[in-house]
Protein backbone atom coordinates (compact mmCIF):
# COMPACT_ATOMS: atom_id res chain seq x y z
CA UNK A 1 0.00 0.00 0.00
CA UNK A 2 1.45 3.33 -1.00
CA UNK A 3 2.06 6.82 1.06
CA UNK A 4 -0.80 8.02 -0.52
CA UNK A 5 -3.02 5.46 -0.08
CA UNK A 6 -2.29 5.32 3.33
CA UNK A 7 -3.04 9.09 3.64
CA UNK A 8 -6.01 8.68 1.52
CA UNK A 9 -7.32 6.33 3.90
CA UNK A 10 -6.99 8.56 7.27
CA UNK A 11 -9.44 10.66 5.95
CA UNK A 12 -13.58 10.89 5.41
CA UNK A 13 -14.96 9.02 2.43
CA UNK A 14 -17.04 12.40 2.36
CA UNK A 15 -14.13 14.85 1.94
CA UNK A 16 -13.73 12.69 -1.58
CA UNK A 17 -16.81 12.70 -2.87
CA UNK A 18 -17.32 16.11 -2.00
CA UNK A 19 -14.01 17.09 -4.21
CA UNK A 20 -15.92 15.65 -6.79
CA UNK A 21 -18.72 17.28 -6.82
CA UNK A 22 -16.69 20.77 -6.83
CA UNK A 23 -15.29 19.16 -10.15
CA UNK A 24 -18.61 18.67 -11.53
CA UNK A 25 -18.80 22.78 -11.18
CA UNK A 26 -21.82 22.39 -8.40
CA UNK A 27 -22.11 26.01 -6.37
CA UNK A 28 -18.43 26.48 -5.49
CA UNK A 29 -19.30 28.94 -2.21
CA UNK A 30 -21.77 26.13 -0.73
CA UNK A 31 -19.42 22.93 -1.12
CA UNK A 32 -16.08 25.07 0.09
CA UNK A 33 -18.00 25.68 3.04
CA UNK A 34 -18.46 22.03 3.19
CA UNK A 35 -15.59 20.88 2.94
CA UNK A 36 -13.60 23.08 4.99
CA UNK A 37 -15.81 21.87 7.62
CA UNK A 38 -15.17 18.50 7.13
CA UNK A 39 -10.81 19.33 7.03
CA UNK A 40 -11.75 20.78 10.26
CA UNK A 41 -13.05 17.64 11.95
CA UNK A 42 -10.75 15.59 10.20
CA UNK A 43 -7.34 17.78 11.21
CA UNK A 44 -3.69 17.51 9.90
CA UNK A 45 -4.24 14.71 7.34
CA UNK A 46 -7.27 16.22 5.54
CA UNK A 47 -4.95 18.89 5.08
CA UNK A 48 -1.89 17.14 4.09
CA UNK A 49 -4.17 15.31 1.39
CA UNK A 50 -5.54 18.45 0.09
CA UNK A 51 -2.14 19.80 -0.21
CA UNK A 52 -0.81 16.28 -2.01
CA UNK A 53 -3.44 17.03 -5.00
CA UNK A 54 -1.12 20.53 -6.11
CA UNK A 55 1.83 18.37 -6.26
CA UNK A 56 2.58 17.81 -10.57
CA UNK A 57 2.94 14.42 -10.31
CA UNK A 58 -0.41 14.05 -8.60
CA UNK A 59 -1.85 16.82 -10.82
CA UNK A 60 -2.85 14.33 -13.89
CA UNK A 61 -3.85 11.13 -10.93
CA UNK A 62 -6.26 13.72 -9.38
CA UNK A 63 -7.42 14.41 -12.63
CA UNK A 64 -8.36 11.02 -13.21
CA UNK A 65 -10.27 10.48 -9.65
CA UNK A 66 -13.00 12.24 -11.19
CA UNK A 67 -14.37 9.80 -14.00
CA UNK A 68 -14.50 9.87 -17.37
CA UNK A 69 -18.28 11.21 -16.63
CA UNK A 70 -16.33 14.46 -16.73
CA UNK A 71 -14.58 14.22 -19.88
CA UNK A 72 -18.10 13.08 -21.55
CA UNK A 73 -19.32 16.81 -20.17
CA UNK A 74 -16.86 18.74 -21.70
CA UNK A 75 -17.42 16.28 -25.08
CA UNK A 76 -14.05 14.84 -24.60
CA UNK A 77 -12.94 11.40 -24.56
CA UNK A 78 -10.57 9.99 -21.88
CA UNK A 79 -7.22 8.08 -24.00
CA UNK A 80 -5.02 7.99 -21.24
CA UNK A 81 -2.67 10.87 -21.57
CA UNK A 82 -5.96 13.90 -20.41
CA UNK A 83 -4.39 15.88 -22.94
CA UNK A 84 -5.26 19.61 -23.05
CA UNK A 85 -7.18 19.10 -19.53
CA UNK A 86 -5.08 21.31 -17.38
CA UNK A 87 -6.92 24.65 -18.40
CA UNK A 88 -9.14 26.61 -17.09
CA UNK A 89 -10.81 23.63 -15.05
CA UNK A 90 -7.89 22.62 -12.85
CA UNK A 91 -7.60 26.15 -12.46
CA UNK A 92 -10.94 26.67 -11.43
CA UNK A 93 -10.40 23.41 -8.81
CA UNK A 94 -6.29 24.97 -7.87
CA UNK A 95 -8.41 27.91 -6.99
CA UNK A 96 -11.16 26.49 -5.08
CA UNK A 97 -8.56 24.00 -3.66
CA UNK A 98 -6.76 27.08 -1.82
CA UNK A 99 -10.10 28.60 -0.67
CA UNK A 100 -10.69 25.49 1.66
CA UNK A 101 -7.45 25.88 3.59
CA UNK A 102 -7.73 29.24 3.77
CA UNK A 103 -11.36 28.85 5.26
CA UNK A 104 -9.73 25.68 7.41
CA UNK A 105 -7.83 28.44 9.06
CA UNK A 106 -6.03 27.16 12.37
CA UNK A 107 -6.34 23.65 11.43
CA UNK A 108 -4.90 24.76 8.48
CA UNK A 109 -1.78 26.53 9.70
CA UNK A 110 0.77 24.42 10.75
CA UNK A 111 0.27 22.08 8.04
CA UNK A 112 0.63 25.03 5.60
CA UNK A 113 3.67 26.15 6.80
CA UNK A 114 5.49 23.05 6.67
CA UNK A 115 4.42 22.74 3.37
CA UNK A 116 6.27 26.20 1.85
CA UNK A 117 9.28 24.35 2.50
CA UNK A 118 8.13 21.35 0.22
CA UNK A 119 10.42 20.01 -2.06
CA UNK A 120 7.65 21.15 -5.09
CA UNK A 121 7.55 24.32 -5.87
CA UNK A 122 3.71 23.95 -7.03
CA UNK A 123 3.24 23.03 -3.08
CA UNK A 124 4.84 25.73 -1.83
CA UNK A 125 3.30 28.77 -3.91
CA UNK A 126 -0.12 26.97 -3.01
CA UNK A 127 0.67 27.69 0.75
CA UNK A 128 1.97 31.00 0.46
CA UNK A 129 -0.96 32.03 -1.10
CA UNK A 130 -3.16 30.74 1.54
CA UNK A 131 -1.29 31.08 4.31
CA UNK A 132 -1.26 34.88 3.27
CA UNK A 133 -5.25 35.01 3.01
CA UNK A 134 -5.32 33.73 6.20
CA UNK A 135 -2.85 36.56 7.66
CA UNK A 136 -1.77 34.80 10.65
CA UNK A 137 1.92 36.47 11.92
CA UNK A 138 3.05 33.02 12.59
CA UNK A 139 3.47 32.91 7.94
CA UNK A 140 5.65 35.59 8.04
CA UNK A 141 9.34 33.32 8.76
CA UNK A 142 8.28 31.27 6.23
CA UNK A 143 7.85 34.14 3.69
CA UNK A 144 11.30 35.45 5.06
CA UNK A 145 12.85 31.54 4.46
CA UNK A 146 11.59 32.41 0.86
CA UNK A 147 13.37 34.95 -0.15
CA UNK A 148 16.90 33.80 -1.77
CA UNK A 149 14.09 31.22 -3.43
CA UNK A 150 14.75 31.30 -7.13
CA UNK A 151 11.06 31.04 -8.38
CA UNK A 152 8.85 31.82 -5.09
CA UNK A 153 10.77 35.39 -4.13
CA UNK A 154 8.58 37.52 -5.51
CA UNK A 155 5.99 35.67 -4.02
CA UNK A 156 6.74 35.60 -0.72
CA UNK A 157 7.35 39.56 -1.16
CA UNK A 158 4.35 40.08 -2.48
CA UNK A 159 2.49 38.53 0.47
CA UNK A 160 4.93 40.03 2.83
CA UNK A 161 4.09 43.37 1.88
CA UNK A 162 0.22 42.64 1.04
CA UNK A 163 0.18 41.26 4.77
CA UNK A 164 1.94 43.89 6.52
CA UNK A 165 -0.44 46.38 4.58
CA UNK A 166 -3.06 44.72 6.15
CA UNK A 167 -1.45 44.49 10.12
CA UNK A 168 1.21 46.77 9.69
CA UNK A 169 2.96 47.17 13.30
CA UNK A 170 2.68 43.27 14.17
CA UNK A 171 3.68 41.68 11.04
CA UNK A 172 7.35 44.76 11.03
CA UNK A 173 8.21 43.41 14.40
CA UNK A 174 7.93 40.02 13.59
CA UNK A 175 10.06 40.69 9.84
CA UNK A 176 12.74 41.69 11.91
CA UNK A 177 12.78 40.29 14.50
CA UNK A 178 12.54 36.35 13.01
CA UNK A 179 15.15 37.94 10.53
CA UNK A 180 17.46 38.75 12.60
CA UNK A 181 19.07 34.89 12.81
CA UNK A 182 18.57 34.62 8.89
CA UNK A 183 21.30 34.77 6.94
CA UNK A 184 23.18 38.28 5.28
CA UNK A 185 21.76 37.87 2.05
CA UNK A 186 18.12 37.26 3.25
CA UNK A 187 18.85 39.70 5.98
CA UNK A 188 19.63 42.24 3.55
CA UNK A 189 16.24 41.61 1.18
CA UNK A 190 14.13 41.91 4.44
CA UNK A 191 15.50 45.61 4.54
CA UNK A 192 14.93 45.93 1.44
CA UNK A 193 11.77 44.66 1.05
CA UNK A 194 10.94 47.36 4.14
CA UNK A 195 11.98 50.30 2.30
CA UNK A 196 9.62 49.57 -0.62
CA UNK A 197 6.65 50.37 1.30
CA UNK A 198 7.23 53.86 0.85
CA UNK A 199 3.61 54.86 -0.90
CA UNK A 200 0.77 56.57 1.41
CA UNK A 201 -0.69 52.89 2.03
CA UNK A 202 2.13 52.80 4.09
CA UNK A 203 2.66 56.02 5.68
CA UNK A 204 1.88 54.13 9.04
CA UNK A 205 3.87 50.80 8.57
CA UNK A 206 6.99 53.23 7.00
CA UNK A 207 6.58 55.35 10.14
CA UNK A 208 6.90 51.93 12.90
CA UNK A 209 9.64 50.37 11.08
CA UNK A 210 12.36 53.86 10.66
CA UNK A 211 12.82 53.31 14.49
CA UNK A 212 13.86 49.96 13.78
CA UNK A 213 15.91 50.43 10.84
CA UNK A 214 17.88 53.35 12.60
CA UNK A 215 18.90 50.60 15.45
CA UNK A 216 20.24 48.69 12.28
CA UNK A 217 22.76 51.12 11.97
CA UNK A 218 24.87 50.30 14.53
CA UNK A 219 24.27 46.24 13.80
CA UNK A 220 27.68 44.31 14.29
CA UNK A 221 27.13 43.12 10.54
CA UNK A 222 28.62 46.20 8.23
CA UNK A 223 26.51 44.87 5.32
CA UNK A 224 23.51 45.39 7.33
CA UNK A 225 24.29 48.54 8.37
CA UNK A 226 24.88 49.58 4.59
CA UNK A 227 21.09 48.75 3.52
CA UNK A 228 19.59 49.95 6.34
CA UNK A 229 21.22 53.62 5.76
CA UNK A 230 20.33 52.99 1.86
CA UNK A 231 16.47 51.66 2.89
CA UNK A 232 16.37 55.15 5.09
CA UNK A 233 17.39 57.42 2.41
CA UNK A 234 14.73 55.70 0.20
CA UNK A 235 12.15 56.85 3.06
CA UNK A 236 13.47 60.27 2.62
CA UNK A 237 14.79 60.13 6.39
CA UNK A 238 17.56 62.66 7.69
CA UNK A 239 19.77 61.65 10.86
CA UNK A 240 19.80 64.00 13.61
CA UNK A 241 23.00 65.01 15.05
CA UNK A 242 23.42 62.08 17.26
CA UNK A 243 22.33 59.76 14.29
CA UNK A 244 24.72 61.32 12.08
CA UNK A 245 27.67 59.41 12.29
CA UNK A 246 26.28 55.69 12.56
CA UNK A 247 24.61 57.02 9.40
CA UNK A 248 27.88 57.65 7.86
CA UNK A 249 29.96 55.36 8.57
CA UNK A 250 27.17 52.69 7.42
CA UNK A 251 27.47 53.99 3.82
CA UNK A 252 31.20 54.72 4.35
CA UNK A 253 31.26 58.30 3.37
CA UNK A 254 34.58 58.86 5.96
CA UNK A 255 35.04 61.99 4.28
CA UNK A 256 32.31 63.69 6.09
CA UNK A 257 32.58 61.12 9.19
CA UNK A 258 36.03 62.92 9.93
CA UNK A 259 34.12 66.64 8.85
CA UNK A 260 32.02 65.15 12.48
CA UNK A 261 35.38 65.89 14.30
CA UNK A 262 35.32 64.21 17.92
CA UNK A 263 31.09 63.27 17.40
CA UNK A 264 33.03 60.31 15.11
CA UNK A 265 36.05 59.16 17.45
CA UNK A 266 32.97 57.13 20.35
CA UNK A 267 30.55 56.04 17.02
CA UNK A 268 33.81 54.51 14.97
CA UNK A 269 36.00 53.06 18.03
CA UNK A 270 32.86 50.78 18.91
CA UNK A 271 32.63 49.41 15.34
CA UNK A 272 36.05 48.65 14.58
CA UNK A 273 35.37 44.95 15.80
CA UNK A 274 33.01 44.53 13.26
CA UNK A 275 34.22 46.19 9.69
CA UNK A 276 35.92 44.24 7.05
CA UNK A 277 39.72 44.67 6.43
CA UNK A 278 39.28 47.29 3.87
CA UNK A 279 36.61 49.06 5.67
CA UNK A 280 38.66 48.96 9.19
CA UNK A 281 42.09 51.10 7.78
CA UNK A 282 39.69 53.61 6.20
CA UNK A 283 37.98 53.84 9.82
CA UNK A 284 41.34 54.29 11.52
CA UNK A 285 42.84 56.20 8.88
CA UNK A 286 39.94 58.79 9.89
CA UNK A 287 40.77 57.76 13.87
CA UNK A 288 44.32 59.23 12.85
CA UNK A 289 43.36 62.57 11.68
CA UNK A 290 41.15 62.81 14.27
CA UNK A 291 44.40 62.21 16.80
CA UNK A 292 43.30 59.40 18.52
CA UNK A 293 44.77 57.02 20.34
CA UNK A 294 43.80 53.03 21.37
CA UNK A 295 43.11 52.61 24.75
CA UNK A 296 42.39 48.83 25.21
CA UNK A 297 44.12 45.61 24.01
CA UNK A 298 41.49 45.50 21.81
CA UNK A 299 41.31 48.86 20.31
CA UNK A 300 45.40 48.61 20.10
CA UNK A 301 45.21 45.17 17.91
CA UNK A 302 42.44 46.44 15.51
CA UNK A 303 44.86 49.83 15.41
CA UNK A 304 48.30 47.67 14.80
CA UNK A 305 46.27 45.29 12.28
CA UNK A 306 44.79 48.20 10.01
CA UNK A 307 48.42 50.13 10.13
CA UNK A 308 50.44 46.23 9.44
CA UNK A 309 52.30 46.64 12.96
CA UNK A 310 53.08 42.97 13.49
CA UNK A 311 55.87 44.17 15.74
CA UNK A 312 54.11 46.29 17.88
CA UNK A 313 50.98 43.49 18.38
CA UNK A 314 53.53 40.72 18.95
CA UNK A 315 54.64 43.68 21.62
CA UNK A 316 51.33 43.00 23.64
CA UNK A 317 52.51 38.92 24.52
CA UNK A 318 49.78 36.43 25.19
CA UNK A 319 47.22 38.30 25.06
CA UNK A 320 47.16 39.29 22.07
CA UNK A 321 46.46 35.74 20.83
CA UNK A 322 42.90 35.30 20.79
CA UNK A 323 42.42 38.70 18.55
CA UNK A 324 45.08 37.44 16.36
CA UNK A 325 43.39 34.47 15.64
CA UNK A 326 40.04 35.77 15.48
CA UNK A 327 42.05 38.43 12.49
CA UNK A 328 43.08 35.28 10.63
CA UNK A 329 39.31 33.80 9.94
CA UNK A 330 37.39 36.64 9.91
CA UNK A 331 40.13 38.97 7.41
CA UNK A 332 40.97 37.63 3.73
CA UNK A 333 44.09 39.75 2.86
CA UNK A 334 47.17 38.38 2.43
CA UNK A 335 48.45 41.28 4.58
CA UNK A 336 46.85 39.48 7.41
CA UNK A 337 47.29 36.35 6.26
CA UNK A 338 50.86 36.56 6.52
CA UNK A 339 51.31 38.55 9.42
CA UNK A 340 49.15 36.48 11.74
CA UNK A 341 52.14 33.73 11.78
CA UNK A 342 54.82 36.32 12.11
CA UNK A 343 53.39 37.81 14.89
CA UNK A 344 52.17 34.81 16.69
CA UNK A 345 55.50 33.25 16.08
CA UNK A 346 57.50 36.41 17.81
CA UNK A 347 54.89 36.60 21.12
CA UNK A 348 55.66 32.50 21.87
CA UNK A 349 59.53 33.31 21.16
CA UNK A 350 59.07 35.34 24.21
CA UNK A 351 57.70 32.39 26.27
CA UNK A 352 60.54 30.79 29.04
CA UNK A 353 58.18 29.41 31.22
CA UNK A 354 55.15 27.15 31.82
CA UNK A 355 52.64 26.64 34.67
CA UNK A 356 50.34 24.01 34.95
CA UNK A 357 47.79 25.05 38.11
CA UNK A 358 45.88 27.26 40.12
CA UNK A 359 48.31 29.65 41.96
CA UNK A 360 50.46 30.89 38.93
CA UNK A 361 54.32 31.58 39.30
CA UNK A 362 55.70 35.21 38.05
CA UNK A 363 53.00 37.39 36.37
CA UNK A 364 54.91 38.42 33.48
CA UNK A 365 54.59 37.97 29.52
CA UNK A 366 57.47 35.07 29.78
CA UNK A 367 55.42 32.79 31.71
CA UNK A 368 52.27 31.34 30.03
CA UNK A 369 49.00 29.71 32.64
CA UNK A 370 47.53 26.82 32.04
CA UNK A 371 48.16 26.86 28.18
CA UNK A 372 45.80 24.95 26.05
CA UNK A 373 48.12 24.02 23.14
CA UNK A 374 45.52 21.22 21.60
CA UNK A 375 45.80 23.27 17.93
CA UNK A 376 49.26 25.27 18.41
CA UNK A 377 51.81 24.25 15.97
CA UNK A 378 54.54 26.81 16.37
CA UNK A 379 57.37 25.64 18.46
CA UNK A 380 57.95 27.25 21.62
CA UNK A 381 61.65 27.64 20.77
CA UNK A 382 62.80 29.40 24.27
CA UNK A 383 61.12 27.43 26.78
CA UNK A 384 63.19 26.71 29.58
CA UNK A 385 60.89 25.82 32.72
CA UNK A 386 58.10 23.32 33.23
CA UNK A 387 56.32 24.63 36.54
CA UNK A 388 53.30 21.90 37.89
CA UNK A 389 51.39 22.40 40.83
CA UNK A 390 50.15 19.06 41.91
CA UNK A 391 47.16 19.82 44.19
CA UNK A 392 45.53 22.28 41.04
CA UNK A 393 46.94 21.04 37.83
CA UNK A 394 44.65 19.62 34.78
CA UNK A 395 46.00 16.32 33.65
CA UNK A 396 44.99 16.25 30.34
CA UNK A 397 46.12 19.94 29.55
CA UNK A 398 49.30 18.63 30.77
CA UNK A 399 49.00 15.40 28.54
CA UNK A 400 48.39 17.45 25.61
CA UNK A 401 51.35 19.79 26.43
CA UNK A 402 53.71 16.63 26.33
CA UNK A 403 52.00 16.22 22.93
CA UNK A 404 52.43 19.47 21.70
CA UNK A 405 56.63 18.88 22.79
CA UNK A 406 57.37 15.44 21.46
CA UNK A 407 55.29 16.30 18.11
CA UNK A 408 56.91 20.70 17.86
CA UNK A 409 60.07 20.83 19.77
CA UNK A 410 63.53 19.68 19.65
CA UNK A 411 64.41 16.21 21.42
CA UNK A 412 67.71 16.97 22.19
CA UNK A 413 66.78 21.08 23.26
CA UNK A 414 64.08 19.55 25.55
CA UNK A 415 66.39 17.42 26.97
CA UNK A 416 69.51 19.43 27.51
CA UNK A 417 67.36 22.66 28.00
CA UNK A 418 63.75 22.57 29.97
CA UNK A 419 63.82 21.51 33.33
CA UNK A 420 60.36 20.39 35.57
CA UNK A 421 59.93 21.92 38.57
CA UNK A 422 56.96 19.63 40.31
CA UNK A 423 55.31 21.54 43.63
CA UNK A 424 53.57 20.14 46.20
CA UNK A 425 52.56 16.42 47.06
CA UNK A 426 54.67 14.28 44.67
CA UNK A 427 51.74 11.57 45.41
CA UNK A 428 49.32 13.41 43.41
CA UNK A 429 51.21 13.89 40.39
CA UNK A 430 50.10 11.08 37.72
CA UNK A 431 52.71 8.10 37.39
CA UNK A 432 52.26 8.87 33.86
CA UNK A 433 53.27 12.41 33.50
CA UNK A 434 55.94 11.57 35.89
CA UNK A 435 57.34 9.05 33.90
CA UNK A 436 57.31 11.05 30.33
CA UNK A 437 58.63 14.47 32.74
CA UNK A 438 61.79 11.99 33.39
CA UNK A 439 62.04 10.65 29.78
CA UNK A 440 61.88 13.68 27.71
CA UNK A 441 62.88 16.73 29.89
CA UNK A 442 66.23 17.63 31.37
CA UNK A 443 65.75 17.18 35.11
CA UNK A 444 62.66 16.68 37.11
CA UNK A 445 62.87 18.14 40.45
CA UNK A 446 60.35 17.94 43.41
CA UNK A 447 59.43 20.79 45.86
Partial sequence: MTEDTLLKETIPAQIDELLEKLWDGTDNTILISEISKNVVVAGRPAVQYLLEL???????????????????????EDDGTLNGFSGDPWKNMESALVNILVKAGETAMAPLIEATKDSHWEVQERAIMALEVIGDIRAVEAFIDLLDHIMLKSKAEEALVRM??????????????????????????????????????????????????????????????????????????????????????AKEEWEKVGSLGVLAVRPLTKMLPDLSYSVLKKAVGVLEKLNWNPSSDTEKILYFIATGNWEAIASLGLPAIESLTKALSRYGHMEVQKGVPRAWEKIYSQITTIYFGGAPGDKNRAVWHNPDVSNLIIPIKNLNKVEVDTA??????????????????????????????IHGDPGKLHQNLRNLFEEMFGSVKFN
Avoid at 185 to 202: F, H
Fill in 54 to 76: FRSAQIWATLRVFKRAKFEKIGK
Fill in 164 to 249: ALAKELPVIEELIKKSETKSIKIRKEVIRLLAKMRSSDYDRAAFAFRGLLIKMLSEPIQLICKEAAKALDELGWKPSDTEEALYLI
Fill in 392 to 421: TYDFHQVERFITYAANYLDKKYLKKCVKVN
